[in-house]
């Protein structure tokens, strides 16, 4: 007798702990609605955009038309520009209104005898004006940019002379010219003074069209000239560039200064001392992908 007791009051606790056990997980052989799967919101990640590091010595992108500094770096040091400096040779010539049909010779003292650079002009070769201005800004052409300086109203040291009073009109306090190619490291500027010389220069229709010229040919006499733009990203049908000049000497590194649309939007880039034949490419296919990155996270809400 007691024996059964024992074995009765065991089966009680035991189906007990049971009926416990189901009501907790939620384990039930009693039929009913299945419950609903929760809903799980996931929050979409936007894409940080990560630190910027850039290797030209002195940068400067900035909003084209709102004047809104996005990126800076050493942007008020001043240095030497190299070829840059074409860009207000174009812009003076242009501005004395003369015949850019009118035939000009390459000379002997168009020769570069500091830097001993090489050239495509043989001495003696004859263009029009209109193709010398072309490939001293597409090619960075030193012979025929000297050579439009030379043939300018007063001669060479009035164009070197029309070129730094524009750049005092133009407020580019930080800007000096000694000669029309470049090739003097005493012509000089900031990048912030440049961003206001690539924004004056792109008011000009023929230096918007020819220092986005992919290549040219010139017939000088019995000579076929090709030429080629010395800024390879204007090969890319992906970078939409308004205008663009390269730069280099050993004094001012490679440059490089353009008006082009990213982020959707129309900017002013300059890069100056790139270390490096790809660096300056380099620096602006990443100042590319950060803003196109940055632009696109949302700013936080306040409240």
Known sequence: MTHRFFRAVLIFILCAGLLAFSAGTGYSKSPGKKASPRKTTVAKLQKVPQKLILRSAAVLVEDQQTGECLI???????????????????????????????????????????????????????????????????????????????????????????????????????????DTSGLSSGNVSSA??????????????????????????????????????????????????????????DEAGRCLVMQVHMAKRPLLVVLLDSQGKLTRVGDATRIRKWLEASLSVPSPRRG
């Open 72 to 178: 800076q770096k050493q942007a008020s040091a001043v240095v030497p520009i190299a070829s840059i400096t074409k860009l207000m040779t174009a812009m003076v010539v242009l501005d004395a209104g003369q015949d850019l049909e009118e035939m000009i010779s390459i000379d002997v003292a168009d020769v570069d005898r500091l830097r001993h650079s090489r050239s495509h002009l043989p001495v003696g070769t004859r263009l029009v004006r209109k193709d010398a201005l072309l490939i001293a800004l597409m090619a960075s052409e030193n012979r025929s940019a000297h050579a439009l300086g030379r043939n300018y109203p007063g001669g060479f040291g009035a164009c070197v002379a029309a070129m730094n009073a524009k750049a005092r009109a133009m407020g580019l306090g930080e800007t000096r010219f000694t």
């Open 192 to 249: 912030r003074d440049l961003a206001r010389l690539v924004d004056a220069a792109y008011a000009y229709r023929l230096i918007r069209q020819f220092t986005t010229c992919r290549h040219a040919t010139i017939t000088s006499g019995r000579r076929v000239l090709v030429f080629r733009n010395t800024n390879r990203l204007i090969q890319n049908p992906r970078w939409e560039i308004g205008l663009s000049k390269t730069g280099y000497t």
